[in-house]
């Protein structure tokens, strides 16, 4: 089993905070992304989303009709309840998947908040010094070039303008739930169609001091970086069997047919290795460890 600190390939995407799907490296379909399954079993994604909006809002202000950026939006809700933490302003979010931009846009789409296909490497619909903050909550880790990205939003951002980023990092922390994923993955009759996920699947585990050196060479000046921990409760072994299935990509290699248990099979062994902290009840508990940044453009004139 690989050691918390060698992540192997098989278990890093299964940090499951899954809203972001890199265009560049794989084509975007609805067999890979489903947005109205994802948006019924995506309640964890929106509670580290909004633990961290908390924090943005405490550290961060932003005057009426700012401009804000939310890169990775997926169906939309998440960025949607930015509204809550900062009123009156202007929200375009962005998703290389079409089928969370339509989602987003015939659900949550409204005279302050906008949703838009684009990459977050790129940016192509997005003027040079033209946005006041920047949001991104459970993407970068699907990114493969973070420095491309980092630089695109160091770009678009006006000076003083700000950073705030939520994803999976390597931070040290030993997943139970990366070996359930890893041993699934080994067994019949998933096997067979996880040998070689590097050529289907993109994603980008990297050391919070490289992102920091990253940021720091680009001329953004960082302001926190932390770890978001805690334990979340599904109501039972189905609705975190659900989540699985919802937010795993790699499930999406399998036959629509075998995903279901391929889910329930990692879900039971996640169970059996956390036996001794899970509750009496029919709650099941899942230790959440989300890696934070926030950052400024500083203002160089």
Request: glycine share 4%.
């Amino acid at each position: 089993m690989p050691s918390s600190k060698s992540r192997s390939i098989y278990i890093i995407i299964i940090c499951l905070f899954a809203n972001y799907l890199n265009a560049s490296n794989l084509e975007v379909d609805n067999h890979l992304w489903k947005a109205e399954c994802y948006d019924e079993n995506s309640r964890l994604q929106q509670t580290i989303a909004q633990n961290f909006l908390n924090l943005l809002k405490n550290q961060f202000s932003l005057q009426p009709d700012a401009f804000l950026l939310d890169l990775g939006c997926g169906n939309g809700r998440i960025t949607t309840s930015i509204l809550n933490s900062f009123d009156s302003i202007r929200i375009l979010g962005i998703d290389a998947s079409a089928d969370m931009i339509s989602f987003a846009n015939n659900h949550f789409g409204n005279s302050q908040v906008m949703f838009s296909v684009d990459n977050v490497e790129q940016l192509k619909t997005i003027q040079s010094n033209s946005v006041d903050a920047i949001t991104s909550f459970s993407c970068l880790h699907w990114v493969l070039d973070h420095e491309s990205a980092f630089q695109r939003m160091y770009d678009v951002l006006k000076p003083m303008g700000w950073l705030g980023c939520m994803f999976a990092a390597e931070t040290g922390f030993d997943d139970p739930l990366d070996g359930a994923f890893a041993q699934a993955m080994e067994e019949k009759p998933w096997a067979d169609y996880f040998k070689e996920p590097v050529a289907e699947v993109g994603w980008n585990i990297v050391q919070p001091e490289s992102t920091k050196k990253q940021l720091e060479r680009i001329g953004f000046q960082v302001v926190l970086m932390d770890v978001q921990n805690f334990n979340y409760y599904f109501q039972n072994s189905k609705a975190f069997e659900n989540w699985i299935l919802a937010c795993a990509q790699q499930l999406k290699l399998l036959p629509f047919e075998l995903q279901k248990s391929c889910a329930a099979r990692i879900a039971n062994l996640y169970l059996e290795a956390t036996s001794e902290k899970q509750p009496s009840n029919s709650q099941c508990i899942y230790q959440v460890d989300a890696f934070m940044l926030m950052a400024v453009k500083p203002d160089r004139l």
